[in-house]
């Protein structure tokens, strides 16, 4: 009886040890299948945001991906049972831009992660990669040879220093040598322009903090020493690029109600075009509130909502809480945006959507631009549920209505069809 039991106990713990390895195999396909886009969380203490790329270079996105959830865990760690001060929620933003070069990809990474004190702690991350062999590379590749890296540090200095003195920042020379010192680590945020070599340094790293971060851009005619033959370029017409964008005849439009759709966070490759893909068949047109680090990569689809009369307008480049910042880094967030929008557009926003809502009157006066917040929100986000959208806009729908979606979510886009589909019945067109 007694080694019939025992055999029994054993047993169990066999069919037991057997499903927690059917439940973790089918976690794993499941994660691997079902791999998240956007993660966002919302709570008492924290707000969570992380924007994972999603790469054809699957090996790295992996590792890009491994990299991020760790930065996530660190912050959510972090704040374990902590509790709020001054009722400042903690917050954790994550986003990635995609760099697509004539021979390689680079992967930018930044996370912003708020714990506490004054500021944002700031957290810089590129991956590169060949974009015919697929493999990952460093600055080194595209180097000419040994004595490229001292004079790319000399080079480096003469540009920043340049910076200074024309923004009248004057930054500490030695910080300025310490920061481009020739060792590879110190270039490892680089991009090939039209333009040129652009570099990117962090915050610390040639200047203190509140000087945010610096970016230069070494012409390509100083680079002959530098940069290995191929990746020079000659000569290029990136600037001259002008979109011009369809208009309309509002005077169809006068004596109607009207409602605006707006749209936060995208572009994106799948919610926005199917959005685009709709409009006509409602003669609507929308509001894109951009986010900068989101423009390169979606620039294609970005180029046809503006072409079909839509309206662009920025919503920040790595989507942080403006007041959180200093006057001086809130301001690149949207410098920096407007920047990288005329790049593809040929044209700045007037428009801004501070991300959650959030501004300062230092903040709105300085960027001269249009704030724009909503009255109906959808909290498409949060329920991912195209009938509750549709729903409740239909249920709100007023005259002069600005409503809150975001074109990130193929749930938010069917919902917003199926809202024009029920208001242009109540005779409610749609007009940015
Ligand atoms: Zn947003």
Not at 99 to 108: N, P
Not at 279 to 308: H, P
Not at 317 to 330: C, E, F, G, I, S
């Amino acid at each position: 009886m007694r080694s019939k039991r025992r055999l029994n106990k054993k047993g169990k713990i066999l069919i037991g040890a057997f499903i927690i390895l059917i439940v973790t195999l089918i976690t794993i396909t499941f994660l691997k299948k079902n791999f998240i886009e956007h993660e966002l969380i919302e709570t008492k203490n924290y707000t969570l945001k992380v924007d994972y790329p999603q790469i054809d270079n699957k090996e790295l996105n992996e590792k890009i991906i491994k990299y991020m959830q760790k930065q996530k865990e660190q912050f959510l760690m972090s704040i374990k049972n902590q509790d709020l001060i001054n009722n400042e929620k903690y917050d954790f933003q994550a986003t990635y831009s995609k760099d697509e070069m004539d021979k390689i990809t680079g992967i930018h990474i930044t996370i912003y992660s708020y714990i506490g004190g004054s500021h944002y702690v700031r957290d810089y991350k590129s991956y590169y990669y060949d974009n015919k062999t697929q493999e990952e590379i460093t600055i080194r590749k595209i180097l000419k040879d040994d004595k490229s890296l001292n004079k790319l540090s000399g080079l480096s200095y003469y540009f920043i220093t340049e910076y200074s003195n024309e923004n009248q920042l004057n930054f500490n020379e030695d910080f300025i040598k310490s920061g481009i010192s020739p060792k590879l680590e110190n270039f490892s945020h680089f991009s090939l322009t039209g333009k040129g070599l652009e570099l990117l340094f962090p915050p610390y790293q040639v200047a203190s903090y509140n000087n945010g971060e610096i970016k230069i851009t070494i012409p390509y005619k100083e680079l002959k020493e530098v940069l290995k033959q191929e990746y020079i370029k000659v000569k290029d017409n990136e600037d001259s690029k002008i979109i011009i964008a369809e208009s309309r005849n509002l005077e169809l439009f006068k004596g109607k109600k009207l409602i605006a759709f707006t749209f936060d966070d995208g572009p994106s490759l799948g919610p926005t075009n199917k959005l685009l893909d709709n409009l006509d068949k409602y003669n609507a047109r929308v509001t894109f509130f951009t986010l900068g680090s989101r423009v390169k990569e979606y620039q294609d689809t970005l180029i046809r909502a503006y072409k079909m009369g839509n309206q662009i307008g920025s919503h920040t480049y790595n989507h942080l809480n403006l007041t959180k910042l200093d006057d001086y880094n809130a301001l690149l967030e949207i410098k920096k945006t407007n920047d990288t929008i005329k790049g593809v557009l040929g044209v700045e926003p007037n428009l801004i959507r501070p991300p959650y809502g959030n501004i300062n009157s230092v903040i709105k006066e300085a960027s001269n631009m249009y704030t724009i917040l909503w009255n109906i929100d959808t909290e498409d986000w949060k329920y991912r549920d195209a009938n509750r959208v549709a729903d409740e806009i239909v249920k709100n729908a007023h005259d002069g209505a600005i409503v809150l979606m975001h074109d990130i979510y193929t749930t938010s886009v069917d919902g917003a069809i199926m809202a024009m589909e029920r208001l242009e019945k109540k005779d409610m067109p749609l007009l940015q």
